[in-house]
């Protein structure tokens, strides 16, 4: 005959217990997206301080920067919104109000995909709420319509982030920038690679450019990559490589991935 009675896993005397452990995975969950969080509103990006001196990189010469006086690397570019420049500058982003670059790129690529997974376990959660609650005996109750407004809502909220994993996942397997996607031939040291790339001059980060460079991946005509080593080595650059880099051009115009 079957025991009757609480089982040793949820006996009151029993420490752990599964509503318990989901409770402690809930609250590490929160806890580490609020880590994530601070951490990349107080990171450094790769800004470079004024002062030194020209210097020489790839037999170019660094050149000044005429609002702030530093002398960048190649692939830095001065950001406006925080008054400095910020090596292999990617965007400035104003979710977390700071810029985006070398030093802390992989940690906003980490930072979007916990999101979209934190997110997609809401939407699961309010889901299994709101199946019930619209099939039970009262589903005209306003806590119900609540719940189905919630679900409805973190679906955009999941596409966003998930879309910036995915694109920043891409732009780090490339060897890109957003901000070299998003100005191509105009950006002064992609110039020589637009100038024999069959494409568009530039792509912008709307849906109508991002849909451009999707058709160009799909014919195999990628946007110019000077900096890739191509797929493996870009990604381990990107996640365990000493920052910031100082990024050499390939001999390569365009890149393979």
């Known amino acids: ?3 009757i009675g609480p089982s040793p896993l949820t006996d009151a005397g029993t420490l752990i217990t599964w509503d318990r452990a989901y409770v402690a995975l809930v609250t590490a969950s929160l806890g580490l997206h609020a880590f994530l969080f601070r951490r990349l509103y107080r990171s450094d990006p790769g800004w470079v301080k004024p002062g030194g001196g020209p210097g020489v990189e790839e037999g170019m010469p660094r050149h000044k ?3 702030c006086g530093a002398y960048p690397p190649e692939r830095s570019r001065h950001d406006f919104n925080t008054g400095q420049c ?3 500058f990617d965007h400035f982003c104003p979710l977390i109000a700071t810029s985006v670059g070398d030093l802390n790129h992989s940690l906003f690529w980490f930072y979007c995909a916990f999101q979209a997974f934190l997110i997609a376990w ?3 959660v309010a889901l299994d709420a709101v199946i019930p609650c619209l099939y039970g005996s ?3 109750t306003a806590a119900c319509w609540l719940l189905v407004a919630a679900a409805l809502g973190l679906v955009p909220l999941f596409n966003f982030f998930a879309g910036l994993a995915l694109l920043h996942g891409y732009l780090a397997a490339s060897g890109r920038t957003s901000f ?3 100005k191509g031939a105009k950006v002064e040291y992609l110039k020589p690679y637009y100038d024999s790339y069959k494409g568009p001059a530039q792509f912008g980060l709307t849906a109508k ?3 451009s460079l999707l058709r160009e991946l799909r014919k195999g005509n990628a946007p110019p990559a000077p900096y890739s080593l191509g797929a493996a080595e870009n990604l381990n650059m990107f996640f365990f490589g000493k920052k910031p880099h100082l990024y050499k051009r390939t001999h390569c115009v365009q890149a393979a991935v």
Request: aromatic share 4%; charged share 20%.
């Open 1 to 3: 005959m079957a025991q």
């Open 65 to 67: 920067c005429p609002h």
């Open 86 to 88: 910020v090596a292999k």
């Open 122 to 124: 809401a939407w699961t």
């Open 138 to 140: 009262r589903p005209e």
């Open 180 to 182: 070299e996607i998003c």
């Open 209 to 211: 450019g991002l849909g």
